[in-house]
């Protein structure tokens, strides 16, 4: 929603995950919110630092909102729960081609599921948010290696 936790946490493992395969320079990433209250902030500290413990550094990201241009610039669009993937189905132009779906569609065993939002929790809801994008992510760019070819 406003792109400061999951999304950048999202962003910085498929990066993470992008670095050591064959598509690192045919694909990239981007997040952004589907609401504007956060533009321009720095990802939740506490996003920071449990993205940190993985080795995921998203210090350098800065909250965005989702724009109709996205919709033709990304292939894919993808959400972390039902509120926001509704969101973006209604931002979607007609004539967009982007593919739009839910994260965790590429955790193991998870399809379907949503990432829970951490933003109200604890820290230890923000080291839980970083194991599901960890996986997921992972399943997502082995995905794109196996439609886009190695």
Not at 109 to 138: H, I, N, R, W
């Amino acid at each position: 929603m406003g792109n400061i936790c999951r999304s950048p946490t999202a962003e910085g493992f498929f990066r993470y995950h992008l670095k050591d395969s064959a598509l690192r320079r045919q694909v990239s990433a981007d997040s952004a919110g589907t609401h504007g209250y956060h533009i321009g902030d720095a990802p939740d500290p506490r996003a920071i630092q449990a993205a940190q413990r993985h080795g995921v550094d998203i210090s350098r990201f800065r909250a965005r909102k989702v724009t109709a241009a996205d919709f033709s610039a990304h292939d894919m669009i993808i959400a972390m729960d039902e509120v926001n993937l509704a969101s973006l189905k209604a931002l979607c132009p007609e004539d967009s081609t982007a593919q739009i779906e839910l994260m965790m569609s590429w955790h193991p065993g998870s399809a379907g599921y949503e990432v829970p939002d951490p933003y109200y929790g604890e820290f230890k809801d923000f080291q839980s948010m970083c194991g599901l994008l960890d996986s997921a992510t992972a399943g997502l760019v082995a995905d794109l290696e196996a439609r886009l070819g190695r």
